[in-house]
């Protein structure tokens, strides 16, 4: 029988047992846009970009402004809303470009772009700046830039709500949820599948806002697809939706009423400038609706409703069987026995430096048992985890990690990166940065701008802050909770004073602005940063550095070497002719906002050096 206080009594019990790596899965949620498990298009966001009393004053405040001056000046209501109207139609061109009412912030242009839940808002955007291309080539590079966004957001934000109600459903169940589990798609090769299946929804559901009242109702049709695709990867898109509409075929209103319990969590977390939601109330939010779909899970296979049968992950629901668990996993794990450190390890300046820093000269044979010794090690601790039935068993479940298994085990974190990895990790993750800058400014202004004060194919930023990561912490890569806070003051140091430093060196010239935004430090660092910096740097330490490394392994150190002297070189070169003639201009330095002057004065907007 449904009961709704103890629902959230269930979920409150399971945000205490997992509360940091749920705050990771709302926090990342929050930055793709991609709602966490509530609904896959716009319209189940939870945050909004704080807003500064600039821009408020800026938009929408000046036209409000406008009409009560002209009450007060006794001005007819039929001009008043004829001046109004007027003002509207002015705004539109801008207001297209800021569809869903996005704002500017560190990485806004990614939130507003391409990760609000929807792909609609890059295809409004890249439309727009296409009718402004002047030339053949410029229309290229806009195609060519908002294909790959929209791949990123087909890959990334679009299959994140189901990683995020994987995780939540994996946590009301097990004492653990380890970091690796926002791969569990990836590691059982339905990843695409999954996307495929969220696509489809997204598009149904975006159609049927087209209706207003159908958008209302399909939201809370489609609102179990997240979870379906979570527990059955396997399952085809239109199965999904099917069974979402007979799991809530009487249950609307029902859930409806569930989400409007927390309005006013809601209240909160906007009186605290997103705070409480972003530290508990969406968290809590996520574990709430977790529960929600177990129920009506449970009556769904109750009743055999037609399709019920395709809800056949038991152990995301139940523990298994302790015999259930040995036979799994017991005669792989005595094959693998507890792993041995090797026997020949590094000494002298040399050890240090690899076990305070995790850096090598080359990977020589020594460092190949160290990394045997660590994948290893890795493995046995992740299975003797899933034996004890504190984490969910990968082995006993309907989809289990085959064929790919081997190369996936050498994605693990704690392991040692040699100098020329590290060299062409710095030249890959500033590449990587400048691209982003360079798309996201093309589809959104049809402009093609080289970001950043050098004129390369680089934004030292992100190479920089991505090699300090894993070399300064490396030491903290075992421990994730203390990873991420390390890396907020680790980024946030070098993001402040590479501010403060390009700005002593050239006369003031500011290469990105934050004043105005909610807790900024001298307008060089803001706590939205701070966050994005946090959640990237768990991305790069135990996702994106590991993957790429493993490829960067295999190229001969004949190659690799004048590779990395060339790029050293180039980028010397560039960084003093830079130092005299640094990178400026529109879109780079000159970002002023136009706005009333009486209003706000302008101001400018982030750009990376």
């Given at each position: ?10 979920a409150?019990?399971s ?5 940091f ?8 949620a ?13 319209k189940?966001?939870?945050y909004?970009?704080?807003?500064t ?13 406008t ?5 007060l ?21 801008s207001?297209t ?11 806004a ?10 792909f ?6 890249a ?5 402004g291309?002047?030339s053949?080539l ?7 830039s908002?294909?790959g ?13 189901a990683?995020?109600a ?13 970091v ?5 798609f ?12 969220m696509?489809?929804c ?12 159908g ?18 990867p ?11 509409r007979?799991m809530m ?8 009423v569930l ?9 909160l977390?906007?009186?605290t ?8 109330s ?5 574990a ?13 296979k109750e ?5 019920s049968e ?16 040995l ?11 507890e792993p ?8 002298g ?8 820093f995790?850096?090598?000269?080359v990977?020589?044979k ?39 298994e081997?190369?996936?085990?050498g994605?693990?974190?704690?392991r040692?990166?040699s100098?020329?990895?590290?060299i062409m990790?710095f ?19 049809g402009e093609?701008?080289?970001?950043g ?19 300064v ?8 909770l203390?990873?991420f806070?390390?890396t ?7 993001e402040y ?17 934050y ?10 660092i803001c706590a939205?940063?701070?966050?994005v ?29 004048p ?5 050293l070189v180039?980028f010397?070169?560039?960084?003093i ?5 640094p ?11 136009q706005?009333p002057?009486?209003?706000?004065s302008?101001?400018s907007?982030n750009?990376?050096?």
């Amino acid at each position: 029988m449904y009961n709704r206080r103890e629902l959230k009594h269930k979920a409150r019990q399971s945000l205490k047992k997992h509360y940091f790596i749920f705050v990771i899965v709302c926090l990342v949620a929050w930055f793709l846009g991609s709602g966490g498990g509530g609904s896959t298009s716009q319209k189940g966001r939870t945050y909004q970009p704080v807003q500064t009393s600039a821009e408020l004053t800026g938009s929408d405040t000046s036209t409000l402004n406008t009409g009560f001056q002209g009450l007060l000046e006794g001005k007819s209501m039929e001009k008043l809303l004829g001046g109004l109207m007027e003002s509207g139609l002015e705004k539109i061109g801008s207001s297209t470009k800021e569809f869903a009412g996005t704002t500017k912030g560190v990485f806004a242009s990614v939130v507003k772009e391409i990760s609000s839940g929807t792909f609609i808002e890059t295809i409004v955007s890249a439309v727009v700046s296409m009718t402004g291309a002047n030339s053949i080539l410029l229309l290229l590079f806009i195609l060519l830039s908002t294909a790959g966004l929209l791949l990123v957001w087909f890959y990334v934000a679009n299959v994140y709500t189901a990683v995020s109600a994987r995780m939540f459903l994996e946590g009301r169940t097990y004492e653990e949820v380890p970091v690796h589990r926002f791969l569990h798609f990836y590691r059982i090769r339905k990843w695409t599948k999954v996307a495929f299946a969220m696509l489809r929804c997204t598009i149904y559901e975006t159609l049927w806002w087209l209706t207003i009242v159908g958008g209302i109702i399909k939201s809370y049709s489609y609102r179990m697809v997240p979870y379906i695709v979570a527990e059955n990867p396997g399952i085809s898109s239109k199965e999904a939706i099917a069974l979402s509409r007979k799991m809530m075929d009487g249950h609307k209103w029902e859930c409806f009423v569930l989400n409007l319990t927390f309005i006013g969590w809601r209240i909160l977390d906007a009186v605290t400038m997103g705070i409480v939601g972003k530290l508990y109330s969406e968290p809590y939010r996520q574990a709430t609706f977790a529960e929600y779909y177990a129920y009506v899970r449970a009556l769904v296979k109750e009743k055999s409703i037609e399709g019920s049968e395709l809800l056949n992950d038991t152990y995301l629901f139940e523990k298994a069987d302790r015999m259930d668990l040995l036979f799994a996993y017991e005669k792989e794990i005595d094959a693998i026995g507890e792993p041995k450190p090797p026997k020949k390890v590094r000494t002298g300046i040399l050890g240090f430096i690899a076990d305070v820093f995790g850096v090598t000269l080359v990977n020589d044979k020594t460092e190949q048992d160290y990394d045997e010794f660590m994948a290893k090690h890795d493995v046995y601790l992740s299975m003797r985890g899933e034996m004890s039935g504190k984490a969910y068993p990968v082995r006993l479940g309907q989809y289990q990690r085959k064929g790919k298994e081997k190369k996936f085990r050498g994605i693990y974190c704690e392991r040692h990166y040699s100098i020329w990895s590290l060299i062409m990790l710095f030249f890959i993750f500033a590449l990587i940065g400048w691209l982003w800058e360079v798309s996201l400014h093309l589809v959104s202004d049809g402009e093609f701008v080289n970001r950043g004060v050098l004129y390369g194919p680089w934004l030292p930023i992100y190479g920089t802050g991505g090699v300090l990561i894993l070399v300064v912490l490396n030491k903290l890569r075992s421990k994730p909770l203390a990873e991420f806070c390390a890396t907020i003051l680790l980024c946030g140091c070098v993001e402040y004073f590479t501010a403060w430093y390009l700005e002593a060196t050239h006369g003031g010239q500011k290469w990105w602005d934050y004043s105005g935004y909610f807790l900024n430090l001298h307008g060089r660092i803001c706590a939205e940063g701070l966050l994005v910096f946090g959640l990237g740097g768990m991305a790069i330490v135990y996702v994106a550095a590991p993957f790429l490394d493993n490829f960067l392994r295999k190229i001969k150190l004949q190659i690799i070497v004048p590779l990395c002297v060339v790029l050293l070189v180039a980028f010397t070169a560039d960084q003093i002719y830079s130092g005299k003639h640094p990178n400026t201009g529109k879109g780079i330095t000159d970002y002023a906002v136009q706005l009333p002057e009486q209003f706000y004065s302008g101001q400018s907007i982030n750009t990376r050096c």
